[in-house]
């Protein structure tokens, strides 16, 4: 069955950086753009960035762009978010999705992993 | 950036009544909207593509219409699994900021 397992969370200091992974098993990983959302403690979900199946044409929301970097390694089926100069509203839950082929919607997601920017 | 409004917020009904909640977006999206359902601890579900299409799984109870700047979701009779937060989405990008569906 079709599995996304986020790790790479923790407790960071403002304006440091933390890498997230999420490992992808059970379907064709190179397939799929992958996406990344976050939702921070008792708020609504946030789009953060994309990838398409080939490690092309990456998107940022507005509030990571220039300090988020997604990307991928098709040969082990995982996902990264690298996250650079942390700020204290970058804390949240972050999920990675899989979009559904040809339906332009995440069809699987991960459980999350936890990201809190304190010092 | 499209921006995606959802109401009401809030929505307090009883099990077996028919729940209606909207999304605007900024600008016309044509059809390219999805639904998700989000229960406390978990992760959020797709339940509806491109406007009014169920994705595999989803109960007949679940409908979705609308296409351009309003969209709809329909739950027809409420079951006890229902309660719950949905958000809108806008083809692979911007979510709405949700409406909670709450027992009455």
């Known amino acids: 069955q079709v599995q996304l397992e986020e790790s790479g969370g923790g407790v960071v200091q403002p304006g440091r950086s933390l890498t997230l992974s999420c490992v992808a098993s059970?379907?064709?990983?190179?397939?799929?753009?992958m996406n990344w959302v976050r939702q921070a403690p008792g708020k609504g979900l946030e789009w953060v960035a994309s990838?398409?199946?080939?490690?092309?044409?990456?998107k940022y929301g507005d509030s990571v762009k220039g300090r988020f970097t997604i990307s991928r390694d098709n040969s082990k089926n995982t996902l990264h978010l690298q996250m650079n100069s942390l700020r204290a509203e970058d804390t949240a839950l972050y999920y990675c999705?899989?979009?559904?082929?040809?339906?332009?919607?995440?069809?699987?997601w991960g459980q999350g992993t936890l990201v809190t920017v304190s010092s | 950036e499209i921006v995606l409004t959802q109401s009401p917020a809030t929505l307090s009904l009883s099990p077996g009544e028919r729940a209606t909640l909207s999304c605007r977006a900024s600008?016309?999206?044509?059809?390219?909207l999805a639904w998700y359902q989000q229960k406390p601890g978990q992760a959020p579900r797709l339940l509806i593509y491109?406007?009014?299409n169920r994705a595999t799984g989803i109960p007949a109870r679940f409908s979705g219409s609308g296409s351009g700047t309003d969209f709809t979701l329909t739950i027809s009779s409420l079951e006890p699994e229902d309660f719950a937060v949905y958000y809108c989405?806008?083809?692979?990008?911007?979510f709405g900021q949700g409406t909670k569906v709450g027992i009455k």
């Open positions: 999705a899989r979009v559904a082929s040809k339906l332009g919607a995440f069809d699987y």
């Open positions: 059970g379907f064709g990983f190179s397939s799929h753009a």
């Open positions: 990838i398409w199946y080939d490690g092309t044409n990456k």
């Open positions: 600008q016309s999206i044509s059809t390219y």
């Open positions: 491109d406007a009014s």
């Open positions: 989405q806008q083809r692979e990008r911007t």
